[in-house]
């Protein structure tokens, strides 16, 4: 398992873990991020990265990056 914040552009994987503290948890499943679903590394600009996550495109700073893996 690698974090997405090192997976790079254009890159895919399906979300085997998230961590963190379970409020940091709650809001990232809040955001859509799904252990098993899979997610799409869309870019990374200046210090976030932008990820596609169910048809949606969201930005997370890198440190909330770090805590999802695949």
């Given amino acids: 398992m690698i974090p997405i914040s ?3 552009d254009g890159n895919e994987g399906i979300i085997k ?3 963190g503290k379970p409020e940091v948890k ?3 499943e809040n955001l ?3 252990v098993g679903d899979q997610i799409t590394v ?3 600009q ?3 990265i932008i990820v596609k996550v169910k048809e949606a495109r ?3 700073s890198k440190e909330m990056a770090s805590k999802i893996y695949v």
């Fill in 42 to 44: 869309i870019t990374e």
């Fill in 32 to 34: 859509g991020f799904i």
């Fill in 26 to 28: 709650k809001h990232l």
């Fill in 58 to 60: 969201i930005a997370i």
């Fill in 6 to 8: 090192v997976l790079g």
């Fill in 46 to 48: 200046n210090g976030n």
């Fill in 17 to 19: 873990k998230i961590g």
